[in-house]
Nanobody, 126 residues
Framework: QVQLVESGGDSVQAGRSLRLSCAAS????????MAWFRQAPGKEREGVATISADSGRTYYADSVKGRFTISRDNAKNTLYLQMNSLKPEDTAMYYCAAYLVSAWSCPSNRWYYNYWGQGTQVTVSS
């Protein structure tokens, strides 16, 4: 019954912006750690950003700091990733993930996360 559904992926030119969304259902979203991961061809799945249950603590990979913003709307059970100043190296499949623990700081390691969406493709051209 747990379900995470990503949307918003697209093919865009470098320098443009996109906002990804993740609709969650089937679990207590409001007390869960949430995260965005991405995986490019030939590379391991990496943590992009995480956010605590109350939005008080966030984490960003060095490669996206200053460009990406993670946020959540607990009333709507929805997670967002605002991506600005996109670069070709941001090209990847982006996944929404949930860790069913309420923590002050959420982990960026993929092995902690209990549930995953199917992903949404982001392609950035030069």
């Amino acid at each position: 019954q747990v379900q995470l559904v990503e949307s918003g992926g697209d093919s865009v030119q470098a320098g443009r912006s996109l906002r990804l969304s993740c609709a969650a259902s089937g679990f207590t979203y409001s007390v869960s750690c949430m995260a965005w991961f991405r995986q490019a061809p030939g590379k391991e799945r990496e943590g992009v950003a995480t956010i605590s249950a109350d939005s008080g603590r966030t984490y960003y990979a060095d490669s996206v700091k200053g460009r990406f913003t993670i946020s959540r709307d607990n009333a709507k059970n929805t997670l967002y990733l605002q991506m600005n100043s996109l670069k070709p190296e941001d090209t990847a499949m982006y996944y929404c993930a949930a860790y069913l623990v309420s923590a002050w700081s959420c982990p960026s390691n993929r092995w902690y996360y209990n549930y995953w969406g199917q992903g949404t493709q982001v392609t950035v051209s030069s």
